[in-house]
């Protein structure tokens, strides 16, 4: 088998496209979350703390000079990203957990005893006769 031939097979493979499809969905869940996070829980949270624009809170480690711009370490964006992470692994688990829990519930749904063939019916009769 050639190279290339090999590489089609990988690349067309189900869980190659699944993957590549799961990437892209959790890329744009990452934006809905950062949106969420700086726009929707972070503005009444700055306001309950007097106003405050987590976006804009930074430590000074050397102020501007001339066109050099100022130092800081931007530790209000770094809580917002922080929360990001939280909430997308609370997603992520509660999603896990509901994929879990439905697999348990169908492994342990009772199982419907198949119907015996013709041959096992058969050899049932045969088996009964045998014991009288």
């Known amino acids: 088998m050639s190279f290339l031939?090999?590489?089609k097979d990988f690349a067309v493979k189900g869980n190659v496209v699944d993957m590549a499809v799961g990437i892209i969905i959790g890329a744009a869940f990452g934006k809905i979350v950062?949106?969420?996070?700086?726009d929707v829980i972070m503005p009444p949270i700055g306001v309950a703390m007097?106003?405050?624009d987590f976006s804009n809170l930074v430590y000074v480690l050397q102020e501007a000079v001339g066109d050099a711009k100022a130092v800081t370490i931007n530790?209000?964006?770094?809580?917002m990203t922080i929360l990001d992470f939280i909430i997308v692994a609370l997603a992520?688990?509660?999603?896990i957990k509901a994929m879990n829990s439905m697999k348990k519930?169908?492994?342990e749904a009772p199982k419907e005893d198949p119907k015996p063939s013709n041959e096992e019916?058969?050899?049932s009769e045969?088996?009964?006769?045998?014991?009288?």
Request: no cysteine.
């Open 5 to 7: 031939s090999e590489f």
């Open 34 to 38: 950062a949106s969420l996070v700086a």
């Open 50 to 52: 007097g106003g405050v």
């Open 75 to 79: 530790w209000g964006k770094f809580v």
């Open 92 to 95: 992520i688990f509660v999603g």
């Open 105 to 107: 519930a169908e492994e």
């Open 121 to 123: 019916v058969l050899l």
């Open 126 to 132: 045969i088996r009964d006769l045998l014991k009288k």
